[in-house]
């Protein structure tokens, strides 16, 4: 019987040969990851439910990044922290990456990739909805709750429906104006924020195998936005070479079967294809940038998971290099790694910290920061009637902070240039 | 083998008044992340959750179709609301368990909306917190904001008793099971899975 990569994916984890749409299977878990939000409450459900003395069912298995509330000042936030330590210390857990030490590493599903956690073929649970973003890597990750993942910390598993798959193939060369942020939400206006609840987005094509790891994750990192159950990328000779240089584990590649059944599949010529913004309030609420153009902003923000990675930042300073930043622009590399790369990576000589800084952009630590609003100190954080273009992945009603401020979701390239004439520009302007 | 929990008169029957939204009511909105830094566990701090549960909601949209009414009152952290009905796509947005824990703390029993994303339905459900119901009908446009509503969960209806008026909701189908145990570790026990899981 024919059957997709997820459901391979889906196979191998349940001990199985086959599994079809639709069942609900039981799989055995590779990583559990968790963060400073929902670690606590989960750590706290699994003592509550396996007794005060459990152990997790595999302490390498378990990885903890705080990323979400650390430059705060906010008393509960640094209690979270305090609570994952003790936890992490408790049960020895050797992936455990503390806050204020050398360890620290950064936004969770960018800081996986770069630790070696992302192995093609394995299955990925975190609580975090962003946990697709794993699944550029031709592996299976998804977002779950505290509850679910507190259940795998004491047996190793979850129950999961199979996914139904869509296809979604780009076809073409990549112009250069054209990032994966645009992709995906270009894909987001065609379906919608709940365009593929419980279902897996498996993304193919020659644009798509063009595309460097970071662009792949901004791909798969959007699956959940659709309400997708995963995102995902087979592997290819570009996969292998990035997880072989960070991991020794041996992996197993699946590709979809030619004859697997689909929901629905869309063809993209990315050679037809236009600089996007999502406008305020869904991430679905797509416009071309040149018909929004000269929109008035207040704030340009480059940053997270989906858009503070090498790539997104390399991009961003092709366009400001050189140039003056109008409104206030916040640079926040995803990880500790990123933030050093800055200081390493050139774009025609100059750093692009140094291009950064002349640009008059301020330059934050690594965190998830402002995506998700955070606490009243938060860098970046949106205030009042804020208008924001953001790399980020997500623009419902105060997602950034002020409810009464819209967020213009965009491409590096996109937000760069806005910052540029603190007005929605489309990055064809200055490319 | 499916569990089937025979259940009694009072447990079948979910009473109480509705709260009215509308389409894709995302988890900043049901708690913003700002408030997720209080504990789940210690009583005081709980009681935030309920303060701030739909509190991300714009003003005016929430408490359909009138709108301007908040789901928990100034000051208060329980609310008046106990069945929250909504549009399509109710919950998406980020996993965190905080959303449907909070509806619970501010006093929610029920949810009946046209759809709900993976993450926060697989929450409600296997965290025991609040019932997800799902509708085929436009049900936020016919039922307002106070009206008093009974939830029949036997026979999957609901009726507006303040309109007189009964609508068929879809069944629980697979996961009926798990929101009658209370959640998926009371469900886990009462079938063995705990055991064999850790087997």
């Not at chain 1, 008035?296 to 961003?316: E, H, N, R, V, W």
């Amino acid at each position: 019987m024919a059957q997709t990569i997820t459901q391979k994916i889906f196979a191998r984890a349940a001990n199985r040969k086959f599994v079809d749409v639709g069942e609900s299977v039981w799989l055995n878990v590779d990583v559990l990851l968790t963060h400073d939000v929902c670690g606590p409450p989960t750590f706290d459900i699994f003592k509550q439910e396996f007794g005060p003395d459990a152990k997790v069912w595999n302490p390498e298995k378990v990885v903890v990044l705080p990323d979400h509330y650390i430059f705060t000042a906010n008393e509960h936030a640094h209690r979270n922290i305090d609570l994952l330590r003790q936890f992490a210390d408790e049960q020895s857990l050797p992936n455990y990456y503390d806050v204020g030490t050398d360890r620290y590493r950064g936004v969770c599903h960018v800081a996986l990739a770069e630790e070696g956690f992302n192995i093609p073929g394995t299955v990925l649970f975190g609580t975090d909805s962003h946990t697709c973003t794993s699944g550029a890597f031709g592996m299976f990750g998804s977002g779950i709750g505290n509850t679910d993942a507190a259940f795998i910390l004491g047996t190793g598993k979850l129950w999961e429906k199979v996914p139904e798959s869509m296809k979604f193939t780009f076809e073409g060369r990549m112009p250069e104006y054209l990032t994966a942020k645009d992709l995906i939400l270009q894909i987001l206006g065609d379906i919608g924020t709940d365009g593929a609840t419980y279902r897996a987005m498996e993304f193919d094509g020659e644009a798509v195998y063009s595309l460097s790891m970071d662009e792949r994750m901004t791909l798969c990192n959007m699956a959940i936005e659709a309400g997708g159950m995963n995102g995902i990328i087979a592997v290819d000779a570009v996969t292998e070479a990035f997880v072989k240089a960070r991991t020794t584990k041996p992996f197993e590649v699946f590709h979809s079967d030619p004859d697997a059944s689909y929901h629905s599949m869309y063809r993209y010529n990315v050679e037809k294809l236009e600089p996007v913004v999502a406008q305020p309030h869904s991430p679905d609420n797509r416009a071309t940038v040149r018909s929004v153009a000269g929109t008035p902003i207040t704030k340009s923000y480059i940053g997270s998971c989906t858009g503070g990675k090498l790539t997104d930042f390399m991009l961003a300073a092709k366009i400001l290099k050189g140039r003056k930043v109008a409104v206030t622009t916040n640079i926040v590399p995803a990880t500790v790694l990123v933030a050093s790369q800055l200081s390493t990576e050139t774009y025609e000589g100059q750093t692009l910290r140094s291009i950064f800084e002349e640009a008059g952009c301020s330059i934050a630590l690594p965190s998830c920061a402002a995506c998700l609003g955070g606490p009243a100190d938060t860098v970046g954080r949106s205030v009042d009637n804020d208008v924001v273009v953001s790399t980020t992945n997500r623009n419902f009603p105060g997602r950034m902070g002020s409810k009464f401020a819209g967020v213009y979701l965009a491409s590096p390239l996109t937000a760069a240039a806005s910052a540029v004439t603190g007005k929605l520009t489309d990055p064809r302007d200055f490319l | 083998m499916k569990l089937f929990i025979k259940l009694t008169h009072m447990e079948s029957i979910i009473q109480g008044k509705a709260y009215v939204l509308g389409k894709n009511i995302d988890t900043d909105q049901i708690i913003p992340a700002e408030h997720l830094v209080y504990s789940l566990s210690n009583p005081e701090e709980v009681k935030m959750y309920g303060k701030y549960a739909l509190s991300g909601v714009p003003l005016e949209q929430g408490g359909l179709p009138e709108g301007g009414i908040p789901f928990v009152s100034e000051g208060a952290h329980t609310s008046p609301y106990s069945i929250i009905i909504a549009g399509p796509n109710f919950g998406c947005g980020s996993s965190r368990e905080h959303a449907p824990f909070s509806l619970k703390v501010a006093g929610a029993r029920a949810i009946i909306a046209e759809s709900y994303a993976r993450i926060f339905y697989r929450n409600c459900v296997d965290g025991g917190f609040v019932i997800p119901y799902e509708t085929s009908q436009q049900l936020n446009k016919l039922i307002l904001t106070g009206d008093e509503l009974s939830i029949d969960m036997k026979n999957n209806t609901i009726t507006n008793l303040t309109q007189n008026v009964t609508y068929q909701l879809r069944p629980l189908g697979s996961v009926v099971d798990i929101v009658q145990a209370g959640g998926i570790f009371e469900y886990a026990r009462k079938n063995d899975l705990m055991a064999k899981s850790q087997a």
